[in-house]
Antibody, heavy 115, light 110 residues
């Protein structure tokens, strides 16, 4: 079945780095634009970044621009988010998402930025 | 960029029908598909409506979606409310390739 599985979260100090991964299965990953979505504790859903099918088109929310880098490996059916210069306000559950059709939400991966 | 505005909370009794609105601030609601997500406490979101009015298999037909160009809004209607429908509901659309979310509506079934 269609599935997205996020991993790589954890506890990191302010200013630190983390790399999130998302493994896709059950669909043709290379056919879909992909995004990262996050949800801070007790807050709503927030779009973070998107990447086109080939990786040639990318954009970021202003809140992460210059600090986060999205990438993908279509051969490995995987999406990534490199997060640098992390701040307390980046604390959230991070989900990967595909554009189009039914969004197969995974369980997300929790990123906690705290000293 | 546009904003999607939802009521902060709604409440209704079991067995009744409730409608949650999602109003687009600029540009036509019909320009891009609208999705609706349900999120129960402590759980990841799940998709209850996609592409304005399509229901994934496994989602009861008590859930329906629609768009109204005259009010530039989308709506999620849940009929025959059950206590298990108590959750947060988010509408979502696209601004080019950017995902735009509504602020979420807390549905209380009491």
């Amino acid at each position: 079945q269609v599935q997205l599985v996020e991993s790589g979260g954890g506890l990191v100090k302010p200013g630190g780095s983390l790399r999130l991964s998302c493994a896709a299965s059950g669909f043709t990953f290379s056919d879909y634009y992909m995004s990262w979505i996050r949800q801070a504790p007790g807050k709503g859903l927030e779009w973070v970044s998107y990447i086109s099918t080939s990786g040639s088109s990318i954009d970021y929310a202003d809140s992460v621009k210059g600090r986060f880098t999205i990438s993908r490996d279509n051969a490995k059916n995987s999406l990534y988010l490199q997060m640098n210069s992390l701040r307390a306000e980046d604390t959230a559950v991070y989900y990967c998402a595909r554009r189009g059709g039914i969004q197969p939400w995974g369980q997300g991966t929790l990123v906690t930025v705290s000293s | 960029n546009f904003v999607l505005t939802q009521p902060h909370s709604v409440s209704e009794s079991p067995g009744k029908t409730v409608t949650i609105s999602c109003t687009r601030s600029s540009g036509s609601i019909a320009n891009n598909y609208v999705q609706w997500y349900q999120q129960r406490p402590g759980s990841a979101p799940t998709t209850v409506i996609y592409e304005d009015n399509q229901r994934p298999s496994g989602v009861p037909d008590r859930f329906s979606g629609s768009i109204d160009s005259s009010s530039n809004s989308a709506s999620l209607t849940i009929s025959g409310l059950k206590t298990e429908d108590e959750a947060d509901y988010y509408c979502q659309s696209y601004d080019s390739s950017i995902w735009v979310f509504g602020g979420g509506t807390k549905l209380t079934v009491l």
